[in-house]
């Protein structure tokens, strides 16, 4: 279980997705001022009014992924659950990265309205969140491998 690749890919998408939590996804910038910074947690304050991000599902979306892999990586005895499982975790990484550029694109346009000259810088956690795609993908691409070469040592016997 511990030496097999996969455990390594699944495990660095883990750590991965607990860090996306932390992290900022875009700033407001206005006026070569940072308005506002946004991440999981934040709110964007205005002194018209507040801009509310979408941000408790990115963390629950983050979240689910996150235990997706640590279920996968337990359940390494059964290959074909494990694939199945890691192609559902790929979908719903997938589903994450878009959320989040969805919902930064909805949160800007409405933090525009409130501002002039105004500029958004996607931060750290916006980049972050496309990494775990790439591992999850070769953690499937490695445990096929495995089934492969189980089933062509059963045919040996």
Known sequence: MWQRI???YLGLAIIINGVIAYLSFWSLVA???????????AEAENAESTVILPSKYVLLVALLSLLL?????LIYKKRQNQIKL????LILQTALVVFIFLSIDQSANSGIQLVENVAITYSMGTYLSLIP???IFLAVRAIRKDEALVRAA????
């Open 6 to 8: 996969q455990t390594l």
């Open 31 to 41: 006026d070569s001022i940072v308005r506002s910074i946004f991440s999981v947690y």
């Open 69 to 73: 892999s640590l279920i996968i990586i």
């Open 86 to 89: 890691g192609k559902l975790n």
């Open 133 to 135: 795609i790439v591992f």
């Open 154 to 157: 059963d045919r040996i016997r």
